[in-house]
């Protein structure tokens, strides 16, 4: 079964900022013209591949059901994987629950 939610890996600055802006983008956003996420069991691999080391960072609990932006399932062919990818700016309501990591 599909779940609801995917999730997306940013800092507690960006976050806090885009709750200030009304919405979010990452950066690199400009460059990559989309938001990566996961499901909730690749999180682990892309903290692993992406944020070793890293501090300060959350784990953004987003409602699919509640994207403003288009939400398209591509295929990371290094891993041979389908990842979540938000085609525009994150709306700041489908974020359902902000966790700590």
């Given at each position: 079964m599909e779940s609801e939610y995917i999730y997306h890996v940013t800092t507690q600055t960006e976050w806090e900022q885009a709750?200030?802006?009304g919405d979010y983008t990452p950066v690199g956003f400009d460059k990559e013209g989309?938001?990566?996420?996961?499901n909730e069991g690749q999180v682990p691999g892309v903290?692993?591949?992406f944020y070793k080391g890293k501090t300060g960072l959350?784990?953004?609990k987003i409602e699919k059901a509640k994207l403003a932006r288009p939400l398209l399932?591509?295929?990371?062919?290094?891993l041979d994987?389908?990842?979540p990818h938000i085609y525009g700016?994150?709306?700041i309501d489908s974020v359902v629950?902000?966790?700590v990591i």
């Open positions: 709750k200030i802006a989309f938001i990566h996420c996961s903290l692993d591949r959350v784990k953004l399932f591509e295929l990371a062919a290094d994987e389908l990842f700016a994150l709306n629950e902000v966790s």
